[in-house]
């Protein structure tokens, strides 16, 4: 095994075998199989997927936990420094196109599918014979009123709050990682600390969101599909961006136990740019989701 015991060293470090890699792929199918089985009504199926997350929750803080060891203790030079941001870039290029896959179906459903049911282009049979009468106004639950009548949550309540509230922290991470480049430790670990506050807000704010769409709204997971869209979109942005809180309140932890210097710091750096691809997510959402 090739280990590099000196940041200036020419030999790339390879870690020791893992089991880590493993139990996370176990962890990730058990908390899937989980929460499908939970959307189909299976009486075990909550408790799979509580008990997937609970094993990924501890892959993730044991894996985490061995690399942090060998970083501090000098073991990554500037060729893995770049094979992590290697990693970071295309990890989060994976994330836009994930995102991307919601959005154009999103974009599919109201340029296209709903159209074509309401009786226009091609769908005119369609209509005429299976959805008479049925309009094609959006938002709307689609042909038959699945999950029944519901009303939207207006863009410029809470959505716009949380707006407000993201751009409010891609600030506030930005100038702790100036004072991160700087040397000013007080600053860094303040600015940091209110950017895991205000995530924390963004998320009790969404759920409160949540709360309300489901006994006021009528608005579901189960209302046709623009509930379906509607949750999947912001419920999977509301998971990154419970991730990325995770994330900064480990670094905070980190930067206080001094484990970053001004030029040695990718490990915020990745949490950073993290944060601000969660941000200009939702600005997407609350223009395509909340405001069109």
């Known amino acids: 095994m090739a280990q590099a015991h000196s940041p200036d060293a020419n030999i790339y470090f390879v870690p020791h075998s893992s089991k880590w890699p493993f139990v996370g792929s176990i962890s990730m199918f058990v908390t899937m199989f989980g929460v499908a089985s939970w959307l189909n009504d299976a009486a075990w199926g909550k408790w799979t997927f509580f008990a997937g997350v609970f094993l990924l929750c501890a892959t993730l803080f044991m894996w985490f936990g061995d690399v942090i060891r060998e970083s501090v203790s000098g073991n990554y030079n500037k060729q893995v420094?770049?094979?992590?941001?290697?990693?970071?870039?295309?990890?989060?290029?994976?994330?836009?196109?994930?995102?991307?896959?919601?959005?154009?179906?999103?974009?599919?459903?109201?340029?296209?599918?709903?159209?074509?049911?309401?009786?226009?282009?091609?769908?005119?049979?369609?209509?005429?014979?299976?959805?008479?009468?049925?309009?094609?106004?959006?938002?709307s639950a689609g042909p038959g009123q699945v999950g029944g009548q519901f009303q939207t949550i207006p863009a410029w309540g809470l959505p716009l709050l949380n707006t407000l509230i993201l751009l409010t922290s891609g600030v506030t991470i930005t100038i702790a990682h100036h004072a991160l480049k700087a040397g000013h430790r007080k600053q860094l670990l303040v600015f940091l600390g209110l950017t895991v506050l205000l995530g924390c807000v963004f998320l009790f704010f969404q759920a409160e969101e949540y709360i309300h769409a489901y006994k006021e709204l009528n608005l579901t997971l189960g209302s046709g599909i623009y509930g379906s869209t509607f949750f999947m979109l912001t419920g999977f942005h509301g998971a990154h961006v419970t991730l990325g809180?995770?994330?900064?309140?480990?670094?905070?932890?980190?930067?206080?136990?001094?484990?970053?210097?001004?030029?040695?710091?990718?490990?915020?750096?990745?949490?950073?740019w993290y944060w601000h691809f969660v941000d200009v997510v939702w600005l997407g959402l609350f223009l395509f989701v909340y405001v069109l």
């Open 81 to 139: 420094d770049v094979s992590f941001r290697m990693g970071m870039v295309w990890f989060i290029f994976s994330e836009v196109m994930f995102f991307a896959a919601f959005f154009g179906a999103l974009f599919y459903a109201r340029q296209f599918a709903l159209p074509w049911l309401g009786g226009e282009g091609d769908g005119v049979m369609t209509n005429a014979l299976l959805w008479d009468g049925f309009s094609s106004a959006w938002p």
């Open 245 to 272: 809180t995770i994330m900064l309140a480990i670094i905070w932890l980190r930067c206080a136990r001094g484990h970053f210097s001004k030029d040695d710091h990718f490990g915020f750096e990745a949490v950073a």
